[in-house]
């Protein structure tokens, strides 16, 4: 049995050909991001609602989310206080 050609080529040249593969995170610029025009009123009255209680907001995203996806039996949010004992 003889040995892979990318070894035998690295054994006797010490040379190597990186592997390389095309990039996974695909990076959406600031335009592609942002809300579109005719969302902007209902984002505003979201987040007018929910400026006081920032930790509602969460939940308030977490349950249409949760009755929509049927592999999701649970969902933890964040706590809106901490335990000083664990600090």
Do not use: C
Not at 20 to 49: F, G, K, M, N
């Amino acid at each position: 049995m003889s040995p892979p050609r990318a070894w035998q080529a690295w054994v006797e040249s010490r040379t190597y050909a990186a592997l390389v593969a095309p990039p996974t995170a695909i990076i959406r610029s600031r335009e592609q991001q942002d809300p579109l025009q005719q969302d902007r009123p209902l984002l505003a009255l979201v987040h007018e609602h929910f400026a006081r209680n920032p930790y509602g907001f969460e939940q308030f995203a977490a349950d249409p989310w949760a009755a929509s996806e049927r592999n999701v039996d649970k969902i933890d949010v964040t706590r809106p206080w901490r335990n000083p004992a664990l600090a």
